[in-house]
Each structure stands twice: as C-alpha cells, then as structure tokens.
C-alpha cells in the first residue's frame, strides 16, 4: 500500500500552523491583485489585442490551469517557504533547482516592483482629484514599500487577513459595476469582440504576455508551506481556488471593458482611467473613484504579497546554501524573516525609484516590470511543469 504524504520538517523559524485556509488564499489573491488587472492590465492587452483581448484571457486562463494542476500536485506531498523552487529541486538536476530559485525570486521583486509603480500612479492620480497638487512618485514608492516591510515583518498572520479584505472588497466593487453595464447594455452578445473584428494574430500573442502577468503569483500560497494549517490540504486548493476565481474575474471584465467603453465613444487601450468610464456607463459614476481606491489598496496588498513570497523563497535559499547563510535568521518574537523581508523590499523599491526619478509615469513601471517578472514565471512554471 502506498505510503501516505507527511508534512515535511519546517524548522525555519517560522510561526507553524498560523494561518487559516482562507488566510493561505489570501496570499495568493493579492499577489494575483486581481483589482489591478481590469484597471490597469486589460487596457494594455486591449492596445495589444484589440477585440481579442477576452480571448487573451481564456488561453492565458487554461495555460494557467494546466500550471496550477502541475503544482497542485506536487503540493500534496511537500511543503516548505521555498514554492516552486522545491519542487524543482525535487526532481531536477542542482542547476536547474537553482534556476527556478533565482527566477521565482526575481519574478516575485519584479511584481513588487510593478505593482510598487502602480501605487504611485493611483496615489497621485487620486491626490491630483482631490487637492490639484501631486505628492513626488519616489516618495510615494518608498512609503508604499516602508509599510509593506513593516507589515510583513510584525506578523504574517495580520498581514494575510489585511490582504484579504483589502481583495474582497475592492473585487466586490469591480464586479457590481460589471453587472450593471452588462444590465444597462441589455445583455446582448457583442459580436465585434466575438468575431475578433481586426485582431491580428501578432497581436493576439503579445497581449497573450500581458493577460499572463496578470496572473502571476497565484501559486504564492505555496510559500506558506511552513505557516499554514494542515499544508498538504490547504495550499493545493489555495493554488486551484485562486487560479480559477481570477481567470473567470479577467475574462468577465475583459468583455466588459471592451463593450462599455466602445458604447461611451471612448478608447479602452489609451483611457487613463477606464474603470471611471466604465462606472458612468453602469450609472453609478462615484462608484469610478471607489475603484481607483480600490487599485491603489490593492496595489499596495500586492506590494506586501511579494515582499511576504520572496522573503520566503529567499530565506530557504540561504538554508540551501545558494544565498549567504545571513538571511536564514528570523525574528524570535514575530517568526518572520527579517533580513529577508528587508533586502527583499529594498530590492522591489531600487528600480522603482530609479525609474520614477527619470520621470517614468507609473503605469510604465508597472507594464515594464510586469513583463520582466512575467518572464520569471514563466521559466519557473515551465520547470515545474517538466
């Protein structure tokens, strides 16, 4: 009879057992930050795909199943901080383990990094509404990432439930005012989109990228394979759960988009802020400015989801002996990696203000290291896949 799976040692300093189901999911959900997406990623697979921009979302949804069927299983049987990068290392050569290390880690700083950029852009875009003045973006980048280490370094299990409602209700707000422009355009099939009336296949491709970005990271519950309850359960419906939950989100808001904006005379890949659009067609115009608070929140849940994974993966690193042995160290009161959380976040926020003071806007942070840490992925999808 076959040997049943037993949780791995997780003597790493880390608090075991901590966090709830729906607290692993968290993670997961806002490294995912599937508010971004409708109001900042969509439009940029639109400018790419035109009105092939739901179906960019259905391919990118069943690659990213396929993916999350592949780790899902591999989560069954082991659990650690160190995510894919165990899994690779589990069964392929040492050169290939340490290159999904160090890919993982480098897609999960660039995610911070991107979603880093986002918050500044939201920040001073509801800043300009509210008062005419704008606040510096390097300034705004740092205290996004100040807090972010400060969470994740007090408690993960605050920082987990932080994340969730922050998702939950900024989700919730996207999803009614899809409902309502879908009600007010009566419900009826948009054939322009479902003709994918001139999409090219060039196009298609690239949007593909961008529609896969806005998944990455939903595999992050696997970095709590040390802090959360019943492991082997837990994280494989994490990585399911989250993948599903965000591909049917995309490809319903997608559509939407498309359809809303058009109706409105408006250009979903150039509007600077869609969702506001978007609200005045579904009739509940405040609802516009909920949604780019919403953004903001969560880019700055996001923000904290990657500084929180990354920080796992590196701490295991540094057991495993491809980083110093220095950022192996936790914190005896909190049992978070703190070395690990701070050279993690500092290396999210490096580039951010590097580009910032060279006057780059914050949505071209967030698509330039969003397709940097896509490729990340990517390789380190692949690898587990193999």
Same mark, same amino acid.
């Given at each position: ?16 057992? +901590? ?9 997961? &959900?806002?490294?995912? #930050? ?39 299983? *591999? ?20 050169? !290939? ?12 700083? +660039? ?7 986002? *918050?500044?852009? %939201? +920040? ?10 704008? &606040?510096?973006?390097?300034?705004? #980048? ?46 009826? !099939? ?24 806005? %998944?990455?990271? *939903?595999?992050? +519950? ?23 939950? #965000?591909?049917?989100? %995309? ?71 491809? &980083? ?47 397709? !940097? ?9 692949? !690898?587990?896949?193999?």
């Amino acid at each position: 009879m076959a040997s049943q799976p037993t949780p791995q040692p997780s003597d790493y300093g880390l608090r075991t057992a +901590a966090l709830s189901p729906m607290e692993t999911l968290a993670q997961s &959900v806002s490294t995912v #930050a599937p508010t971004t997406t409708p109001v900042a990623t969509i439009p940029l697979v639109c400018a790419l795909a035109g009105n092939g921009t739901w179906l960019a979302y259905v391919l990118a949804t069943i690659a990213i199943l396929l993916v999350a069927l592949c780790i899902s299983r *591999f989560a069954r049987y082991s659990s650690s901080p160190g995510s894919l990068y165990t899994y690779a290392r589990m069964i392929l050569p040492p050169w !290939l383990g340490a290159t999904a290390a160090w890919s993982l880690l480098l897609a999960y700083i +660039a995610t911070g990094s991107s979603v880093i950029g986002g *918050f500044y852009h %939201f +920040a001073n875009l509801l800043l300009r509404d509210a008062t005419g003045h704008l &606040v510096p973006t390097v300034s705004l #980048a740092l205290l996004a990432t100040g807090l972010s280490i400060w969470i994740a370094w007090r408690d993960v299990k605050v920082s987990a439930r932080l994340m969730l409602w922050i998702e939950a209700v900024s989700v919730s707000v996207i999803l009614v005012v899809v409902a309502l422009v879908l009600f007010r355009q009566g419900f009826h !099939l948009d054939w322009q989109q479902l003709k994918l009336r001139g999409m090219t296949g060039s196009g298609l491709r690239l949007g593909l990228v961008l529609a896969l970005f806005s %998944f990455v990271g *939903f595999e992050s +519950a696997t970095t709590l394979g040390a802090e959360a309850r019943d492991p082997l359960r837990t994280i494989p419906r994490a990585v399911i759960q989250s993948a599903l939950l #965000a591909g049917a989100i %995309f490809i319903i808001c997608a559509y939407a988009e498309v359809l809303g904006l058009r109706s409105a005379g408006e250009d979903l890949a150039t509007n600077p802020a869609p969702m506001r659009v978007l609200a005045r067609v579904g009739g509940v115009p405040i609802f516009g400015v909920f949604m780019d608070i919403g953004a903001l929140v969560s880019m700055f849940a996001g923000t904290l989801a990657c500084v929180t994974a990354a920080a796992r993966v590196l701490l295991l690193m540094s057991h495993n002996g491809l &980083v110093h042995q220095t950022f192996r160290a936790t914190h005896a009161r909190n049992e978070t990696p703190t070395r690990a959380i701070v050279i993690t976040g500092a290396a999210a926020v490096l580039p951010v203000t590097i580009l910032a003071g060279c006057g780059a806007s914050g949505l071209d942070v967030y698509g330039w290291m969003g397709s !940097l840490a896509t490729y990340g992925f990517i390789v380190t999808y692949a !690898l587990v896949s193999i």
